[in-house]
């Protein structure tokens, strides 16, 4: 393994992460992670439901903060950052593909797409839309740039998600369980497309899962389980 | 930089897809807008109708009327300055001060005149021929009365429009008719044209007739007058022949026997009054501003619970606080802004039928101020709900169905 600490993407060191029950009772989702993640690394996390996979994916992901350990990204510690910093982390470098897809009822397919774009603070070296065409060519869906995402099928709706994800030009996709709501054919081409925005992009992949075919995709497994990693 | 656009685009959709609760929200604004600004509109009527009235005697006029006057009720004052006080004298020292052009005294006679059609009770004013020019008639036929039917006590009389309509059928038909007051006949010399008005602090002179107020002596045998009215040679002069008048009536009266009335100090009298009443009624419909306010707060509230899921997604792919923060205060105005639109469109319709029977109208401060009072409502009252969506967990909201 890769360890010279210039390419280390991703670390997570002495993360806990707690919910208070009730008054006395401490719930640890995660207890002591300590994990690194190289650039260009495909990685899966794997676990059954319940492991703390998905909040380890939301501390990763920076969308969740942890109750003690810290978080690194490119070496830089992330846990004192400003909530603003934060989100522009979740926009510039992240990019996000959930098993529900979480795509905007009411916007159509293009408009999702560059959704993220609109909260982008700093200039674009690219035009979103023309990008959005791009991607949307690419996973074969241009007709149904106008179209709502209750008329497009599952697997439909999470290769758009995976265009909306992409639009950033992100260094990092966190998938969670993206083939969990689509069926095994379309499951497929999602999986062939997120393994060539590893192989072919060069782009970071982790993938949560409990499917272990679908974990066999990535080179590295983590394993997770009641909070701890195994 | 979140596009103004498609945050317009998905309030519009988010309305669109609940009509009739869009509808309901903002209807409170709606009515609230619609009060304000029908008051307002009557307002300013009626402030424009008491100003044309005052405008019409002109800006270098002084009346003098018995007894004293406090602030505005227009012309009548007290009773008591009904009746008479002056006399002759007192009109012949007005003349003596300085840069006044004409004096007028007034006298009033009310009494059954017999004309060709009808019977009417009627007012006639005997002043000098000075009135004319005073109180701006102008003469539709005829003539009016002048120096030499004074000094002849000629028993002529000048009618109002109105009444001549209602004795004689018309201006040209009462010409020359003889008409009876009392035992009294005097022949109709002239009519002038219509002055309109009446009513607020004015006379209604196309009800009046009017004559020589030395043939008015056979009403009046003391030879009495209730008011009189002085022309200066220009506004700059009216203010010291004010103090001129009050210095040489002093010597005559007291104080609280004779007041010097200007008409524009009159009109700015009734004009305060009116402006304390109409912001009263004004803020009384303000609180269903407030209440649609509220109504708008409320439903922004369902909205951002409704809609927490999404607030989660945004707020993952990179939203910040304040993008949240502004999509829901932007809807939360555009919500109080149409229902303010509509309210303004709706109170238009309805002063523009008002106005065939009292002088309402709308403003364009009025426009500016209900739309921008509407958007003021949105911003206050969308800010609540607004920062509840801005500072929602972004995990906590995504996992909420």
New interface residues.
């Given amino acids: 393994m890769i360890s010279s600490s210039s390419d280390t993407m991703i670390k997570l060191q002495n993360v806990n992460k707690s919910y208070r029950l009730d008054n006395e009772i401490i719930f640890y989702a995660l207890k002591n992670i300590n994990i690194r993640i190289e650039a260009g690394e495909f990685c899966s996390i794997m676990g059954p439901s319940g492991s703390g996979k998905s909040t380890l994916m939301h501390i990763i992901g920076l969308l969740d903060k942890p109750s003690s350990g810290k978080v690194f990204l490119d070496n830089q510690e992330i846990s004192n950052l400003e909530d603003d910093e934060i989100s522009r982390l979740r926009n510039e470098f992240t990019g996000f593909v959930f098993q529900q897809f979480n795509l905007i009822p009411k916007l159509t397919v293009l408009e999702n797409i560059i959704l993220p774009a609109f909260y982008c603070r700093k200039s674009l070296s690219f035009e979103p839309k023309e990008k959005a065409l791009e991607l949307l060519r690419r996973f074969g869906l241009e007709e149904k740039k106008n179209s709502y995402p209750n008329k497009l099928s599952g697997g439909q709706q999470q290769r758009v998600a995976i265009a909306r994800a992409l639009i950033m030009n992100p260094r990092l996709i966190l998938a969670d369980e993206p083939t969990g709501n689509i069926d095994s054919r379309s499951g497929r081409e999602v999986m062939k497309l997120i393994d060539d925005l590893n192989h072919k992009e060069k782009i970071t992949v982790i993938l949560v899962t409990h499917d272990l075919d679908i974990a066999k995709h990535a080179k590295r497994t983590i394993k997770i389980k009641d909070g701890q990693i195994i | 930089?979140?596009?103004l656009a498609?945050v317009f685009k998905?309030g519009l959709?988010?309305f669109s897809?609940n009509k009739l609760r869009t509808f309901l929200t903002s209807l409170g604004i709606l009515i609230g807008v619609f009060a304000v600004v029908i008051l307002m509109a009557l307002g300013l009527g009626l402030k424009k109708y008491i100003s044309d009235q005052f405008e019409s005697l002109g800006n270098n006029t002084i009346f003098l009327v018995p007894g004293r006057i406090l602030s505005g009720g227009g012309f009548s004052g007290s009773a008591s300055s009904f009746t008479g006080t002056f006399d002759n004298k007192d009109v012949d020292k007005l003349k003596r001060i300085d840069n006044v052009v004409s004096t007028a005294p007034l006298t009033l006679k009310s009494a059954n005149a017999q004309g060709t059609i009808d019977e009417e009770f009627i007012d006639v004013m005997f002043s000098s021929e000075a009135i004319q020019d005073l109180m701006g008639f102008e003469v539709d036929v005829g003539r009016f009365f002048d120096k030499t039917d004074l000094t002849k006590r000629a028993k002529v009389i000048v009618s109002g429009p109105k009444i001549a309509e209602k004795l004689f059928g018309g201006n040209q038909e009462a010409i020359g008719k003889k008409i009876r007051i009392e035992d009294v006949r005097f022949t109709i010399i002239g009519v002038i044209k219509s002055k309109g008005g009446g009513g607020f602090g004015g006379f209604d002179y196309d009800n009046y007739m009017f004559g020589p107020y030395t043939t008015g002596y056979i009403f009046n045998p003391e030879k009495k007058f209730f008011r009189i009215a002085v022309k200066t040679k220009g506004e700059q002069y009216v203010s010291q022949v004010k103090e001129d008048i009050k210095q040489e009536f002093l010597k005559r009266y007291d104080e609280e026997n004779f007041s010097i009335v200007e008409p524009t100090e009159l009109m700015s009298a009734v004009n305060s009054i009116f402006n304390i009443f109409n912001l009263v009624l004004v803020a009384i419909a303000a609180v269903s501003l407030v209440v649609g306010g509220i109504g708008i707060m409320n439903i922004m509230y369902v909205t951002v619970s409704d809609r927490t899921?999404?607030v989660g997604?945004?707020?993952?792919?990179?939203?910040?606080?304040?993008?949240i923060m502004y999509q829901f205060l932007t809807e939360s105005v555009l919500l109080s802004f149409v229902g303010g639109f509509l309210g303004l469109a709706l109170a238009y319709v309805a002063v523009f039928f008002i106005s065939r029977y009292f002088p309402a109208y709308i403003d364009l401060v009025t426009v500016a101020i209900s739309l921008s009072v509407s958007s003021f409502i949105g911003i206050t009252f969308g800010v609540f709900p607004a920062r509840k969506a801005a500072n929602l967990?972004?995990?906590e909201a995504?996992r909420y169905e």
């Fill in positions: 930089m979140i596009n498609i998905e959709a988010d897809r899921k999404e997604i945004r707020r993952a792919l990179g939203a910040q606080k304040s993008d967990e972004p995990v995504m």
